[in-house]
């Protein structure tokens, strides 16, 4: 369908809209005239004033609401005297499709490239053209990709896409606007009605009669009416104007394929939900491991250090692209087709012999790259995360974690020994646990667990999976260009106990002086350590997570149920404790899950000394000796500690997080 068509019928489509107002106005119109010719006075007047009150979101709808400005998009303005490569390579490829280039190009913070343009007079007329081109993106794109993705979006353009955009937004936002009118009407309505009856109601208890139950059945019945009119309507103008979104991604892809070549836009394709999945993992494991403890990476690094984690873990990314193309649900409301779907069509057409060369980095074709992924880094940040305290990569892993660590201890501290505030805590990571992939945890397993699907590997599963911890878990400080905070969410993941259960309090519990008992040094570590050898473990074990089975289970049964929870939560006490004597050491990995690295010879010993701790016949003199600077300080001496490599202390292993959507270019 040519441009004249489609702006046929998005012209269409919107007139459509203030023809329904105007059928539903004389509607009104029609009943108020019945109702003056056939109705007494006082009746007429109600219809009157009824109709006026529906006729105003209508004429509101029609007349008086104009569409909203674009919200700026967070990122850095770049011209010819900044960026001269990036420049001309939008040029040259504008001229190739046929087009006018874009007047600005902005630098974002982004796993996407986009297109707009400010038209005017419902897009008849063109005006300024943005490019926007995220550092991430870029960051894992070969240049030759890039120019894919640029001729993409070059297409949107020649197509006059952005331009009947245009037409079609101000459809959806004036459909959208009074239904939303009608619905916040009847909402006020009923709640009106509800304080009426309930007032009403109360008065009659007061009086010591029997109050009717509150009905409001009925109320703004008319505003919902005029919603589901609106809502019907909205529903059919969405599905025609998206289905010409999607045929318009299809036509770009094809723009893409005869400027860049079939295979280098196949491959760009294929590229986007690898780096979008590698980048959420990067993003929540290793950018924002700090943000909780009020630190993050170097300038620059917060967007740079994606080029760390890309080429320390090239296999597993070079096994995701090998991987099937991810699933997607289909549906009318859909403006982008499935990505297996626009790369199925665009690897049919013939081959063209460009083969897609992915030798050079598309960020070769910045000035400076450093001093750019500093810039860009400024710009996208929120005010609060740029006044966070910088440290540099080993530095800000060793101290967030040794924070997270902490905080864990804690809870399964006060868990245990049944001080205030620690009911909500588990064995496998709660409340501020670095293990759970919660936020910002970088690693899989906290202290050394390996990670699901491999050591340290972003992805669970193999290839093609998205990354671990993906969009659910969040993002402190990023600003996403919509008002929000950045991506995702929200959303960490919670604590699992080993049985998933709920935390159960007091019953069997042991009194906190008895858990107190003298002998066992500071500390939760050496309060716990002393209630174990008074004979309290498997009554403070009554207060793990339990799940219906294991609270059911006596004897041998409910001891093997929360060993494994006292076991995991007792090397998290180790791991701090190591920390807080400074024996220990966080140690930065870019292809594999942090490892916490203890005094040489600990790695091995430690394991026996955890197990005979919960033992049927508990033992904690092992632990004791190991961590003997607590107990029975040493003369001062260096400490040997075992090289980087060496087994880490053991923590419970993290449950999989839910897995990130993939996301294409515009």
């Known amino acids: 369908m040519g441009p004249t068509l489609r702006a046929t019928r998005a012209l269409v489509l919107l007139a459509g809209f203030y023809l329904l107002g105007l059928v539903l106005l004389a509607a009104l119109a029609a009943v108020d005239w019945a109702a003056a010719v056939h109705t007494p006075g006082p009746f007429a007047l109600k219809v009157f004033l009824v109709s006026a009150v529906l006729a105003v979101p209508i004429v509101r709808g029609m007349f008086m609401l104009r569409t909203p400005a674009d919200e700026d998009m967070p990122g850095v303005r770049v011209d010819d005297s900044h960026e001269p490569r990036l420049w001309q390579t939008v040029r040259d490829i504008a001229q190739q499709v046929g087009t006018r280039a874009p007047d600005e190009i902005l630098l974002t913070g982004d796993v996407n490239a986009t297109v707009s343009e400010d038209a005017r007079f419902l897009g008849l007329v063109g005006g300024t053209r943005r490019l926007h081109i995220g550092l991430p993106l870029m960051t894992g794109l070969s240049e030759t990709q890039l120019r894919a993705v640029l001729a993409h979006e070059m297409g949107h353009y020649g197509n006059a896409d952005t331009r009947l955009s245009a037409i079609s937004e101000r459809g959806r936002v004036h459909v959208l606007r009074t239904i939303v009118h009608f619905e916040a009407r009847a909402g006020a309505k009923v709640s009106k009605e509800r304080a009426?009856?309930?007032?009403?109601?109360?008065?009659?208890?007061?009086?010591?009669?029997?109050?009717?139950?509150?009905?409001?059945?009925?109320?703004?019945?008319?505003?919902?009416?005029?919603?589901?009119?609106?809502?019907?309507?909205?529903?059919?103008?969405?599905?025609?104007?998206?289905?010409?979104?999607?045929?318009?991604?299809?036509?770009?892809?094809?723009?893409?394929?005869?400027?860049?070549?079939?295979?280098?836009?196949?491959?760009?394709?294929?590229?986007?939900?690898?780096?979008?999945?590698?980048?959420?993992?990067?993003?929540?494991?290793?950018?924002?491991?700090?943000?909780?403890?009020?630190?993050?990476?170097?300038?620059?690094?917060?967007?740079?250090?994606?080029?760390?984690?890309?080429?320390?873990?090239?296999?597993?990314?070079?096994?995701?692209?090998?991987?099937?193309?991810?699933?997607?649900?289909?549906?009318?409301?859909?403006?982008?087709?499935?990505?297996?779907?626009?790369?199925?069509?665009?690897?049919?057409?013939?081959?063209?012999?460009?083969?897609?060369?992915?030798?050079?980095?598309?960020?070769?074709?910045?000035?400076?790259?450093?001093?750019?992924?500093?810039?860009?880094?400024?710009?996208?940040?929120?005010?609060?995360?740029?006044?966070?305290?910088?440290?540099?990569?080993?530095?800000?892993?060793?101290?967030?974690?040794?924070?997270?660590?902490?905080?864990?201890?804690?809870?399964?501290?006060?868990?245990?020994?049944?001080?205030?505030?620690?009911?909500?805590?588990?064995?496998?990571?709660?409340?501020?646990?670095?293990v759970e992939g919660g936020a910002g945890a970088p690693v899989e397993g906290g202290a050394g667990a390996p990670a699901e699907g491999g050591a340290g590997t972003p992805v669970e599963g193999g290839a093609g999976a998205p990354a671990e911890g993906g969009d659910g878990a969040p993002r402190p400080g990023v600003d996403d260009g919509a008002g929000r905070p950045g991506h995702g969410a929200e959303n960490g993941t919670p604590g699992h106990g080993a049985e998933n259960g709920t935390p159960e309090h007091g019953g069997h519990g042991t009194p906190r002086s008895e858990l107190e008992g003298s002998g066992g040094g500071g500390g939760p570590l050496g309060a716990v350590l002393d209630a174990i050898d008074a004979g309290a473990l498997w009554r403070m074990a009554e207060r793990l997570p339990r799940s219906e089975v294991a609270a059911a289970a006596t004897g041998r049964a409910a001891r093997e149920f929360a060993r494994p929870q006292l076991r995991a939560g007792l090397s998290q006490l180790v791991s701090a404790e190591y920390l807080r004597q400074g024996r220990a050491r966080w140690q930065l990995s870019w292809t594999e899950s942090a490892a916490l690295e203890l005094p040489y010879g600990h790695a091995d010993e430690l394991p026996d000394a955890l197990e005979a701790a919960v033992a049927d016949r508990p033992d904690t003199e092992p632990l004791r000796a190991l961590l003997a600077p607590v107990y029975a300080p040493e003369a001062p001496g260096p400490v040997e500690t075992q090289p980087p490599g060496s087994a880490p202390a053991p923590t419970p292993t993290p449950a999989t997080a839910p897995t990130p959507a993939p996301s294409s270019t515009a």
């Open 196 to 434: 009426r009856q309930e007032k009403k109601a109360a008065a009659a208890l007061a009086k010591g009669r029997k109050a009717r139950e509150v009905d409001t059945t009925g109320t703004g019945i008319t505003y919902r009416a005029m919603a589901r009119l609106y809502t019907a309507y909205g529903k059919f103008y969405l599905r025609a104007t998206l289905s010409g979104s999607r045929r318009a991604e299809f036509a770009a892809d094809i723009a893409a394929a005869r400027i860049a070549g079939r295979d280098a836009t196949a491959s760009a394709l294929r590229e986007i939900p690898v780096i979008d999945a590698a980048h959420d993992f990067y993003l929540n494991r290793y950018a924002t491991l700090g943000a909780d403890a009020g630190l993050l990476p170097p300038p620059g690094e917060f967007l740079g250090g994606f080029r760390h984690l890309l080429a320390a873990r090239h296999e597993e990314v070079d096994a995701m692209r090998g991987g099937p193309l991810p699933t997607e649900p289909v549906s009318p409301y859909d403006s982008h087709p499935p990505i297996a779907e626009r790369v199925a069509r665009i690897e049919a057409l013939p081959d063209d012999g460009r083969a897609s060369d992915p030798a050079r980095p598309s960020l070769s074709l910045l000035a400076d790259t450093e001093r750019t992924l500093a810039t860009v880094e400024e710009a996208v940040l929120t005010p609060a995360a740029l006044g966070l305290r910088r440290l540099d990569w080993p530095e800000l892993v060793h101290a967030a974690m040794s924070v997270h660590t902490e905080e864990s201890a804690q809870c399964f501290g006060a868990l245990m020994l049944g001080a205030e505030g620690g009911g909500d805590a588990s064995a496998e990571g709660g409340a501020g646990t670095p």
